[in-house]
Nanobody
Framework: EVQVVESGGGLVQPGGSLRLSCAAS????????IAWFRQAPGKEREGLAC????????YYADSVKGRFTISSDNAKSTVYLHMNNLKPEDTAIYYC???????????????WGQGTQVTVSS
């Protein structure tokens, strides 16, 4: 059974940093990609970043480019989202998703985690 599990959320002050983790298991081979999304109350789910575990290619939404970095530790089957200079508008539930698709369109992914809450507030 394919599983992706997020961790690392919490409360952080504006301007602070946070690292989220996405642990993946159950994929039949290593040729899969992981993407990060977020959803704030009353808003649609927003794609943030994607990484190819095969060649390390990355893709970012314009809204987070330069502040967020996605990386992968293939030995640990874990993908990270490093978030810097956080703003109150970054407050949301953050999800990771895994599958064959490469991109940040939510409908392309079937395997989702339960989400981790990130709150940016002073």
């Amino acid at each position: 059974e394919v599983q992706v599990v997020e961790s690392g959320g919490g409360l952080v002050q504006p301007g602070g940093s946070l690292r989220l983790s996405c642990a993946a298991s159950g994929f039949t081979d290593d040729d899969y990609n992981i993407a990060w999304f977020r959803q704030a109350p009353g808003k649609e789910r927003e794609g943030l970043a994607c990484i190819s575990r095969t060649d390390g290619d990355t893709y970012y939404a314009d809204s987070v480019k330069g502040r967020f970095t996605i990386s992968s530790d293939n030995a640990k089957s874990t993908v990270y989202l490093h978030m810097n200079n956080l703003k109150p508008e970054d407050t949301a539930i953050y999800y990771c998703a895994g599958g064959a698709a490469y991109g940040i369109i939510a409908a392309w992914f079937d395997n989702w985690g339960q989400g981790t809450q990130v709150t940016v507030s002073s």
